[in-house]
């Protein structure tokens, strides 16, 4: 069994001014530094953060701590500069990994957010824990997007590629919760792993809007970044023509369009700016 290194650390400031992908936002807020879900294709390796570490990705995660209060004084201080304030929680990390169980520092972030609100608030996770924070979204759902990450519906691909990472089957039951409260959700099919036939109809029943996001458009890099990890080596033979390549999001629009608008699919970027 694999030994976590984790530490507690308390960061100067928290919220990062936006940059990059994140052009839309003005900030960027990851409770953690770290992942432990560790997946294969995260592009965080490829950063100074995964590279320099001397640790294995996915293999230790540093905990913030003290940020309740940093957050209320940072957003003190920009709103009376009249700043308007967008977040995106979170770039490097997943704010709903396995620590966050026992730690509470998102919940606590969220916390601290109803007392002081941005202006916008986008929560990227992977994770089926997002549901624990139901009550804290609910206070904040008109200036909010929860993006849940479900890449395929097969887990026995997840299997592959990010084994760490919750079952897919766990994810699409907590859209569902997210939807049953009435709270702005979608679906983030990203990166684009091999799925069934049978996908678009699982989404559509879950959800109303998706984002689709590939190797290639979505690593930064035009898919380089990818090529270093090495993932085409995790698809098999069968799957490379088909899953693997620049040609991959349109193939994914195409299936999707069996159960979604085109007004309803956004592709990359668009999917995960504010409003």
Same mark, same amino acid.
């Given at each position: 069994m694999t030994r976590y290194q984790i530490?507690? !650390?308390e960061p100067k400031k928290i919220l990062t001014p936006a940059s990059g992908f994140l052009y839309g936002?003005?900030?960027s807020l990851n409770p953690y530094t770290g992942c432990l879900f560790g997946c294969s294709y995260c592009y965080v390796r490829q950063s100074p953060v995964g590279l320099f570490r001397g640790e294995e990705w996915g293999e230790w995660v540093d905990i913030k701590k003290g940020i309740h209060e940093k957050y209320i004084l940072e957003m003190s201080n920009l709103r009376k500069r009249g700043k308007e304030v967008t977040i995106f929680m979170a770039s490097a990390t997943d704010p709903y990994q396995s620590v966050e169980?026992?730690? !509470?520092?998102?919940?606590?972030l969220l916390e601290a957010m109803v007392k002081m609100p941005p202006d916008f608030l986008f929560v990227q996770t992977r994770s089926p824990l997002v549901t624990r924070d139901i009550d804290l979204f609910l206070k904040l759902k008109d200036r909010l997007r929860i993006s849940v990450t479900v890449e395929t519906d097969l887990d026995e691909v997840r299997k592959s590629f990010s084994p760490q990472a919750p079952p897919i089957q766990a994810r699409l039951k907590a859209i569902g919760e997210l #939807? !049953?409260?009435?709270?702005?959700? #979608?679906?983030?099919?990203?990166?684009?792993? /091999? =799925?069934?036939?049978? =996908? /678009?109809?699982?989404?559509?029943g879950l959800v109303n809007r998706i984002v689709i996001d590939d190797f290639y458009t979505g690593d930064g890099s035009n898919g380089k970044r990818t090529e270093r990890l090495k993932i085409k080596e995790l698809f098999t033979e069968d799957e490379?023509? !088909?899953?693997?390549?620049?040609h991959v999001h349109q193939y994914a629009y195409e299936n999707m369009k069996r159960a979604f608008?085109?007004? #309803?699919?956004?592709?990359?970027?668009q999917g995960f700016m504010p409003y």
């Amino acid at each position: 069994m694999t030994r976590y290194q984790i530490a507690y !650390k308390e960061p100067k400031k928290i919220l990062t001014p936006a940059s990059g992908f994140l052009y839309g936002y003005t900030h960027s807020l990851n409770p953690y530094t770290g992942c432990l879900f560790g997946c294969s294709y995260c592009y965080v390796r490829q950063s100074p953060v995964g590279l320099f570490r001397g640790e294995e990705w996915g293999e230790w995660v540093d905990i913030k701590k003290g940020i309740h209060e940093k957050y209320i004084l940072e957003m003190s201080n920009l709103r009376k500069r009249g700043k308007e304030v967008t977040i995106f929680m979170a770039s490097a990390t997943d704010p709903y990994q396995s620590v966050e169980y026992k730690e !509470k520092i998102t919940r606590a972030l969220l916390e601290a957010m109803v007392k002081m609100p941005p202006d916008f608030l986008f929560v990227q996770t992977r994770s089926p824990l997002v549901t624990r924070d139901i009550d804290l979204f609910l206070k904040l759902k008109d200036r909010l997007r929860i993006s849940v990450t479900v890449e395929t519906d097969l887990d026995e691909v997840r299997k592959s590629f990010s084994p760490q990472a919750p079952p897919i089957q766990a994810r699409l039951k907590a859209i569902g919760e997210l #939807q !049953k409260n009435s709270l702005p959700v #979608q679906a983030a099919v990203a990166p684009v792993l /091999p =799925f069934s036939k049978e =996908f /678009p109809e699982t989404l559509a029943g879950l959800v109303n809007r998706i984002v689709i996001d590939d190797f290639y458009t979505g690593d930064g890099s035009n898919g380089k970044r990818t090529e270093r990890l090495k993932i085409k080596e995790l698809f098999t033979e069968d799957e490379l023509d !088909k899953w693997y390549g620049k040609h991959v999001h349109q193939y994914a629009y195409e299936n999707m369009k069996r159960a979604f608008s085109s007004e #309803q699919i956004l592709i990359s970027k668009q999917g995960f700016m504010p409003y």
